[in-house]
């Protein structure tokens, strides 16, 4: 399926189709790839970094392998109850997870449970791989949500910018929210790193990210119009605020704790 995606007053134009390619009779979509790529690319940066502390690669890798599977299953368990209006009717639509319907914080929130129970049952100062989780993470989730702009979705509602995104026929000059979330991301690397030269305690870059991205995330989530809500709060609003108390309330605990604030 094609779609037409366009910036009018850019002069841009794109013809873009979900399915990459085919085999065997099944699609593999472009949002599967993009979201493997950024996967790779997290995990090598976190294998780099993983020898310049205390954790073994083995160690790191079955969290990896761990997380991944659960994180897939956290990511449609949250956005199925947070919508559940959608499949309540059709419980057999919940596996139908190529019909898309996931949500980054059912990932993430997965995810890190898994690590949190693997650093304990093996006895790993957790703040370690939260620390590497800290840079990879966002550079997965700036690649996965040009996903969303291949699919058309995760855009905002109506907006006169220079940059407004119109989809034929019907959506025209919208804010394109992919884009703004992936440059978010962006900076979100930028900061993390500009941040590491002053960690004080294991776990404090994984804090910044929550910060970071709490904030960036409360403020783009106002502008879309495909939000979960739970009454009349969006979801993704709730959650990153917080994200941003939990990160600030850790880095404040520790820092005077380790009297360095």
Same mark, same amino acid.
């Given at each position: 399926? #094609?779609?037409?995606?366009? @910036? ?40 780099? #970094? ?9 160690? $790191? ?6 997380? $991944? ?9 949250? *956005? ?6 959608? *499949? ?6 919940? @596996? ?22 693997? +650093? ?31 699919? +058309? #979705? ?38 993390? $790193? ?12 994984? +804090? ?9 995330? @409360? ?9 979960? *809500? ?18 600030? @309330?850790?880095?404040? *605990? ?8």
């Amino acid at each position: 399926m #094609e779609n037409i995606v366009s @910036f009018p007053k850019l002069g841009l134009t794109f013809e873009l189709n979900r399915v990459a390619f085919t085999i065997l009779g099944v699609d593999i979509m472009w949002y599967g790839i993009l979201i493997g790529i950024g996967i790779i690319l997290a995990l090598s940066y976190a294998l780099y #970094e993983v020898k310049k502390t205390n954790l073994s690669q083995d160690d $790191l890798l079955n969290m990896v392998l761990i997380a $991944l599977p659960v994180s897939v299953i956290g990511a449609r368990a949250y *956005y199925v109850i947070f919508n559940w209006d959608k *499949y309540s009717g059709n419980l057999m639509e919940i @596996f139908a997870i190529r019909n898309g319907g996931i949500a980054i914080y059912g990932a993430i929130i997965s995810a890190a449970i898994v690590v949190l129970l693997y +650093c304990k049952i093996k006895k790993i100062n957790i703040g370690i791989p939260f620390d590497i989780l800290a840079i990879g993470l966002p550079l997965a989730q700036a690649i996965g949500r040009w996903g969303n702009f291949i699919n +058309c #979705e995760a855009y905002g509602g109506e907006t006169t910018l220079p940059w407004g995104m119109s989809i034929a026929p019907y959506i025209t000059s919208v804010h394109p929210t992919f884009l703004y979330e992936s440059l978010w991301n962006v900076l979100s690397v930028v900061f993390v $790193l500009l941040a590491k030269k002053h960690k004080k305690f294991e776990g404090e870059l994984f +804090c910044v990210y929550l910060i970071w991205y709490g904030l960036g995330r @409360f403020w783009i989530e106002g502008l879309r119009a495909d939000s979960l *809500y739970l009454g009349v709060f969006r979801v993704s609003q709730i959650v990153a605020s917080l994200t941003v108390v939990l990160g600030a @309330f850790i880095i404040i *605990y520790q820092r005077r704790k380790n009297k360095t604030v």
